[in-house]
């Protein structure tokens, strides 16, 4: 059982790399800390890459530390270089709007009362009464530019191009690690390790400003079993915003996660302890057909992101949409979400079964649906039906015109009449 939270990161593979753990441990046990973890407003939401970041505070603050979060009003106008090329600005207007949401949506993950109570920042509180002259004599001269041409996203970058303005992205960032050391007496920085450049330029310039001995630690990078990021789907990036991404959509992203992945998502993603996720496991080994982690996984997480509400919402749908629930249940909103996640289509009141089947993907050709008909493989809102002519009656159009369409026990997808 582990309890020093600091084991407990370790025990859930949430410790990437850390300037010295011994020392920050024993900085832990002396008497809480204060650190912070930043966020740039460069979309109008978090991702679920962020999500562990926010899941990290809330670790250290259940241990009894004092987190601040940053939400990025100045590094947020231009953005930590890609490998990829140069990032597009977006408008101070549009970063402005994009801080708002991403502050209430930060702040829904801790707790602001108490000893240890969050504090929410922007660093345009003190980017934007600096001058030009001042920050480059306060902050610049302590960054050797051999040492920021070394950083692996500038090397890769000197041939295609970089800015100036992207270069000099880790000054401000350092900025910041600096500024909340000296307002708030914040000693740890955490991050991914995509971040690990970032969060050492902060370390080192504060030993150079002030003299100050301060910690960074990054959580690993979030991996699909082949090797790539996690985060995207076939639809795009998982959103913590229900605009972005219903909270359907954003339960089914879990449902799906790999076997050989789920177990560690669980223990990163989750508050449930390290000895709970091992029983899980070994209970989904014995029957993976049940996936009894990725349920478990998806409820945890849509319950933690949009509410308990919503996960039994979600729950519903996915039951219903395959014959073990009451479609007409669902409420319009989470069944127009699951049947869109599906690939529905829409269709004109005068659509046969068969056209319906062929543009929803279910079926490749008029003889195929047919055939799916004939053999008793097609389902109108989880009703085997045996007329391929057929169109959709009123009673049959859920909420004014939502259908389910299914073909055999798992391919399914909808229609929208209209």
């Not at 954003?250 to 560690?264: C, H, L, M, R, T």
Request: zero cysteines; a negative charge.
């Amino acid at each position: 059982m582990t309890n020093h939270v600091i084991d407990d990161l370790q025990a859930r593979g949430l410790i990437a790399h850390s300037t010295d753990l011994d020392a920050l441990r024993a900085e832990m046990d002396a008497g809480p800390i204060t650190y912070y973890v930043g966020f740039d407003p460069t979309a109008p939401s978090l991702h679920v890459g962020n999500l562990l970041q926010i899941l990290t505070a809330r670790r250290l603050q259940l241990a009894g530390h004092r987190p601040l979060l940053l939400v990025g009003g100045s590094t947020g106008l231009i953005g930590d270089p890609k490998q990829s090329g140069e990032r597009v600005m977006n408008s101070k207007e549009t970063v402005a709007e994009w801080v708002d949401r991403i502050q209430a949506q930060v702040s829904r993950f801790v707790e602001f009362g108490g000893d240890n109570g969050a504090t929410v920042v922007n660093n345009l509180d003190w980017t934007q009464p600096m001058s030009v002259v001042d920050f480059l004599r306060d902050i610049g001269k302590h960054f050797p530019v051999n040492r920021m041409l070394a950083r692996d996203v500038v090397a890769s970058r000197l041939e295609s191009g970089i800015s100036y303005t992207e270069f000099s992205y880790i000054l401000l960032q350092s900025m910041d690690y600096l500024e909340l050391y000296r307002r708030h007496g914040a000693v740890l920085q955490t991050g991914g390790s995509d971040q690990w450049g970032n969060l050492t330029g902060g370390v080192e310039l504060i030993r150079r400003a002030d003299g100050g001995k301060v910690h960074a630690l990054a959580t690993p990078l979030i991996t699909k079993a082949d090797g790539t990021k996690f985060g995207k789907t076939e639809s795009g990036t998982i959103w913590l915003d229900p605009d972005l991404m219903s909270p359907y959509a954003f339960y089914q992203s879990w449902i799906q996660a790999e076997d050989s992945k789920v177990g560690e998502y669980l223990k990163q993603f989750t508050f449930l302890s390290v000895e709970e996720v091992d029983a899980l496991m070994a209970e989904h080994e014995q029957r993976p057909g049940a996936r009894a982690a990725q349920r478990r996984l998806a409820a945890e997480l849509t319950t933690l992101v949009h509410g308990e509400s919503e996960t039994q919402a979600a729950e519903l749908a996915s039951g219903a949409l395959f014959g073990r629930g009451e479609l007409r249940d669902l409420p319009e909103s989470t069944l127009a979400a699951a049947l869109r996640e599906a690939g529905a289509v829409e269709v004109s009141p005068e659509t046969t079964l068969v056209d319906a089947l062929i543009a929803s993907g279910l079926a490749e050709s008029k003889s195929a649906a047919r055939r799916a008909v004939a053999d008793g493989g097609a389902y109108v809102n989880n009703e085997r039906v045996d007329d391929p002519d057929q169109t959709f009656s009123g009673d049959q159009l859920l909420h004014g015109g939502w259908v389910v369409l299914r073909k055999g026990k798992r391919s399914v997808s909808g229609v929208r009449v209209v």
